[in-house]
């Protein structure tokens, strides 16, 4: 099973700055890696496919990046709308597919 | 617009069985893989399973093996989860998701339904 590590859990950022947000994979998993958005009460919402392509909608402001065992996802100027939890998620090898423990976005 | 709407869930003792329903509507059903995702209270993200297009390739995580199955209806365009003695462990919201294309691998997921809460407890 392959183990995604996000870092770091907690990433407080103001409004306006930028914010990276990084995900390790245990072995190689080429560009098959997506991030997902999960704000409270709601239900994850995917941001970026094949480590760098956003989804329909999502803002040019979310960028991935990576390839093999170590991604980033940077959101530039942040908004406060972008205040959530991400998570990243390996379709590499399956089963099972494997998610990142999440990384919780906060105001500071 | 593609709507993913799960039903099913509750309370439920341990040991007891609980199906879980996932009506999609806005795409072709047939056309896609589909999966289940569970998430603990205030937790991360856990796959759960995966259904082909045909049902032919399905996946389990090893935490539900043997005790969960997934299945679909094509004509109805709806997804299932049966799930046999649960244990408390097995309280989360459960989501369903659609894939990418018909197979089960290579799939991000994309959209998610709205979640049904199902918890294990005496």
């Known amino acids: 099973e392959i183990v995604m590590t996000q870092s770091p859990a907690t990433l407080s950022v103001s409004p306006g700055e930028r914010a990276t947000l990084s995900c390790r994979a245990s072995?190689?998993?080429?560009?098959?890696l997506a991030w997902y958005q999960q704000k409270p009460g709601l239900s994850p919402r995917l941001l970026i496919y094949?480590?760098?392509t956003r989804a329909t909608g999502i803002p040019a402001r979310f960028n991935g990046s990576g390839s093999g065992t170590d991604f980033t996802l940077t959101i530039s100027s942040l908004q406060s709308e972008d205040f959530a939890v991400y998570y990243c998620?390996?379709?590499?090898?399956?089963?099972?597919?494997?998610f990142g423990q999440g990384t919780k976005l906060d105001i500071k | 617009e593609v709507q993913l709407v799960e039903s099913g869930g509750g309370l439920v003792q341990p040991g007891r069985s609980l199906r879980l329903s996932c009506a999609a509507s806005?795409?072709?059903?047939?056309?896609?893989?589909m999966h289940w995702v569970r998430q603990a209270p205030g937790k991360g993200l856990e796959w759960v399973s995966s259904?082909?297009?045909?049902?032919?390739?399905?996946g389990y995580a090893d935490s539900v093996k043997g005790r969960f199955t997934i299945s679909r209806d094509n004509a109805k365009n709806a997804l299932y989860l049966q799930m046999n003695s649960l244990r408390p462990e097995d309280t989360a919201f459960y989501y369903c998701?659609?894939?990418?294309?018909?197979?089960?691998?290579?799939?991000?997921?994309?959209?998610w339904g709205q979640g049904t809460l199902v918890t294990v407890s005496s």
């Open positions: 998701a659609k894939g990418k294309s018909v197979a089960s691998s290579y799939n991000w997921l994309d959209p």
């Open positions: 806005g795409f072709t059903f047939d056309n896609y893989a």
């Open positions: 259904i082909s297009w045909s049902s032919g390739s399905i």
């Open positions: 072995q190689s998993i080429s560009t098959n």
């Open positions: 094949d480590a760098s």
């Open positions: 998620q390996q379709y590499n090898n399956w089963p099972p597919y494997t």
